[in-house]
């Protein structure tokens, strides 16, 4: 059985990384872990729509050097608020980092959600336009488009989105 849930595992992986040419990429909650680089600003949690925005400013002003040097900083923060927004949603609250990986900077949101169903997860990633919620559905649609790569992990206990963009 455990051979079995890893193939299918492998199979995911392998599919959503042939669909968006790498750029949608699923990991374990361990794999995201060794993923990320040295934070630059330390966890934050917010669990309203209203923060988003002190939340947003205070990402500009922890990147605030580094900014100068990122393509479409605003277009990625959209993302990144896209992101923020989902957890708040579904998870009841986000709780985020910024963090520089050798030049790469990731935004990485968890929330603990009931996570996205399994038999739901192409669809709720890769088809613009599907919600279990009823909004428009498409974060992942403006997550995928405004960032060079992102990282997801999702299970019954929650869900971790990083969003990278190169420098």
Known sequence: M???TQAVRRAQVDVFGAVTGNRLVLMTPDEVDAALGTPILGIRT???FEQLSDAR???????????AQIKSFEEFMVGVCEALTNAIKH??????QVLDRGGVLQVAISDVGPGIDVKTLPSA???AGFSTKGSLGVGFTIMLEVSDRVLLSTRPSGTTVVLETCR
Not at 91 to 96: K, L
């Open 46 to 48: 917010i669990d309203a």
């Open 125 to 127: 990633t890769l088809e």
């Open 57 to 67: 400013a205070e990402m500009r002003r922890a990147v605030a050097e580094e900014m």
């Open 91 to 96: 998870g009841g609250a986000a709780v985020y």
């Open 2 to 4: 455990r051979r079995k």
